[in-house]
């Protein structure tokens, strides 16, 4: 592993954890996140060894032990984390309560201004993407593959900040994490056909040729969409899963079998 840090995204140590962080938001009162690579747990090959994921295949013990590694590295508690199954969708839930159902029906998207709350994410090349308005202390997370993109499940997440959470848009960062590259994502022609119909506008500056082979780059049409959506800042860590599978799981990269890393975001009840 040849971790280092990119642009504004710092590769530090959480605990016994590697993980990155946004440099800005390092010193945020009360505000914790963080980027968690494949390294630092217990889980064997191929899902060594920080998989978080219970449904890939892994041993469920090492899955727990996992968890609770990233919980002490935060110093956060198990009940307080919220977690979904991921769907490929637009839906977007509002958390309101704080551990009131830690796993919530299937969604892509969960914002909370509520302290306590902690997001959590798996991701393995598809895009995730960290949103945070200091002005509400509010934040977002969201996972957008090539379905919940062509959905524009960026935008829905912001729109359920702003109509549901009070922020203001132009008030919010975005910080697009560790994903599947333009680099590395070649697709085929339902991708292709489905981006070139759903975004015709857009569709030539995300499809990229290559002799017979046709590149998706899902960062440039997550930004745009998070721009178009009024978003303040984005900010893209511009890691590929595929190229970086030294440091996280990927899907592709990895030949389907393989584990999930970790993305937690929230506030802490503050003082
Ligand atoms: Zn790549």
Request: net charge positive; charged share 15%.
């Amino acid at each position: 592993m040849s971790p280092r840090s990119t642009g504004c995204f710092r590769f530090t140590q959480l605990g016994d954890l590697p993980a990155y962080q946004f440099e800005a938001w390092q010193s945020q009162p009360h505000l914790v996140h963080a980027i968690f690579t494949r390294h630092g747990g217990v889980s064997r090959p191929p899902y060594a060894t920080l998989n978080l994921s219970r449904a890939v295949g892994d041993d469920p013990s090492a899955v727990e032990h996992n968890h609770a590694r990233i919980y002490q590295a935060l110093d956060i508690s198990r009940s307080q984390t919220v977690q979904c199954h991921l769907m490929h969708s637009s839906v977007v839930h509002v958390v309101t309560v704080q551990a009131a159902e830690p796993r919530l029906a299937p969604a892509d998207g969960l914002v909370t201004a509520q302290p306590g709350v902690m997001l959590s994410m798996r991701f393995a090349d598809c895009v995730p993407i960290l949103l945070h308005d200091p002005q509400r202390r509010a934040v977002g997370l969201v996972h957008a593959g090539w379905r919940g993109t062509l959905q524009n499940v960026a935008a829905a997440a912001v729109r359920a900040m702003t109509e549901n959470l009070g922020c203001a848009a132009r008030d919010i960062t975005a910080l697009i994490g560790p994903s599947i590259g333009p680099c590395c994502y070649e697709v085929g022609t339902e991708v292709i056909q489905s981006f070139t119909t759903a975004l015709p506008e857009m569709a030539s500056s995300l499809l990229r040729r290559d002799g017979p082979r046709v590149y998706l780059d899902l960062w440039r049409a997550n930004r745009q969409q998070l721009l178009a959506a009024g978003v303040g800042q984005v900010y893209n860590m511009e890691l590929c899963t595929a190229c970086r599978r030294d440091l996280f799981f990927s899907h592709r990269g990895d030949g389907g079998r393989t584990g999930r890393f970790g993305i937690v975001i929230g506030y802490r009840i503050g003082r």
